[in-house]
């Protein structure tokens, strides 16, 4: 069983920084391609930025120059660095396996005020 543990979350203004972390136990995150999923209220859930196995990155071009996928294999954690964030960031964040999803975890809020 793959939990996925997300934090980092916070209330930010506008223009600020967060970075978000995605701890995973169970499975080991560089065997696998994985991502950042965000869902803000009364829309479905998007990915945002994705990390392969191999190491390539891909980012949603809303986030693009904005926000950096990393992972630390020793740490078998994820991390999404967020800068100059924007009102419309405001999501819960979700880390998980591309394809195949393992169960969700609970996420972490982000909220960028104006």
């Known amino acids: 069983q793959v939990q996925l543990v997300e934090s980092g979350g916070d209330l930010v203004q506008a223009g600020g920084s967060l970075r978000l972390s995605c701890a995973a136990s169970?499975?080991?995150?560089?065997?696998?391609?994985v991502g950042w999923y965000r869902q803000a209220p009364g829309k479905q859930r998007e990915l945002v930025a994705r990390i392969t196995s191999g190491g390539r990155t891909n980012y949603a071009d809303s986030v693009k120059g904005r926000f950096t996928i990393s992972r630390d294999n020793a740490k078998n954690t994820l991390y999404l660095q967020m800068n100059s964030l924007k009102p419309e960031d405001t999501a819960v964040y979700y880390c998980n396996r591309e394809a195949n999803s393992w169960s969700w975890g609970q996420g972490t809020q982000v909220t960028v005020s104006s």
């Open positions: 169970g499975s080991i995150l560089s065997w696998y391609d």
